[in-house]
């Protein structure tokens, strides 16, 4: 009896160091994205958080795969999805060049863009592209502002000046370095929320510049390509089963 109790310990004991092993021996998904509350961002010394962080927790929590997540300056992710550097970025926009070394799953969120200016324009809106010819206009390199952008921004050389992140923008607005900024709507609202003084100073055009649609980019380098189908999967099976709704709830 003793044998057989003994034998039976091994074996639990030796499948204990397979599972574990084989564990340790899982890929850890690496994860990047820019400075972009609330979808994202990371005080000095602390973890990241936000919507889209707590997003693909839940998310590669169901596919039983580890993450670490880093935030970085948008162009640095993306060379990093490119070269296979990372095997994901967050809320990325899908376009032509993107598509050449990225795969995107479902929708993570529709976004909507819009023009910022101070009291040095207090009654300014626009209509046409060609309206905006006169003005400096701050932009967050790599950023995807959409074709129509892209277009006018050519034909009409417009005035624009790249930062790495939105803040610096602001800054730059209110310093009166440059005319207009552009900024995601919640991402304003996220910004203007910790500091008064933004909400006060700032206001919006009426006309958007650019509706995103926001994706989980997977890079073409990545293992996690060969399962797109089942993060798509994943992914709406949060949304159906109300844990997106939750998270969103959960952070206002």
């Known amino acids: 009896m003793k044998k057989v109790v003994f034998m039976f310990a091994c074996i639990i004991w030796l499948s204990g160091l397979g599972i574990s092993k084989l564990y340790a021996n899982e890929p850890v998904v690496k994860i990047v994205g820019d400075p972009w509350p609330p979808w994202m961002q990371q005080e000095k010394g602390a973890k990241p958080t936000g919507y889209a962080i707590e997003i693909v927790q839940e998310l590669f929590k169901r596919l039983n795969l580890n993450i670490d997540i880093r935030i970085v300056p948008f162009k640095r992710a993306l060379a990093k999805v490119k070269y296979g550097e990372a095997d994901a970025i967050l809320m990325v926009a899908k376009n032509k060049e993107r598509s050449q070394y990225m ?11 819009h023009l910022y200016h101070t009291d040095t324009l ?57 005319d207009l900024i552009i900024l995601e709507k919640s991402n304003a609202t996220a910004l203007f929320k910790d500091n008064l003084k933004f909400k006060s100073q700032l206001r919006p055009a009426n006309k958007s510049v650019f509706e ?41």
């Open 103 to 113: 795969l995107f799953n479902i929708p993570m969120k529709e976004t909507l863009f």
């Open 122 to 178: 207090k009654n300014f809106q626009w209509k046409k592209w060609q309206e905006l010819q006169p003005y400096k206009i701050g932009i967050v390199g790599g950023f995807n502002y959409g074709k129509d952008w892209d277009g006018a921004r050519k034909k009409y050389n417009f005035k624009t000046f790249e930062v790495t992140k939105d803040i610096q923008n602001i800054g730059k607005l209110l310093n009166g370095r440059v």
């Open 212 to 252: 995103a649609t926001n994706h989980l980019g997977i890079s073409k380098k990545s293992f996690l390509a060969a399962k797109i189908l089942e993060i798509n999967e994943t992914l709406q099976k949060m949304k159906k089963d109300g844990t997106y709704a939750k998270i969103l709830k959960d952070k206002k």
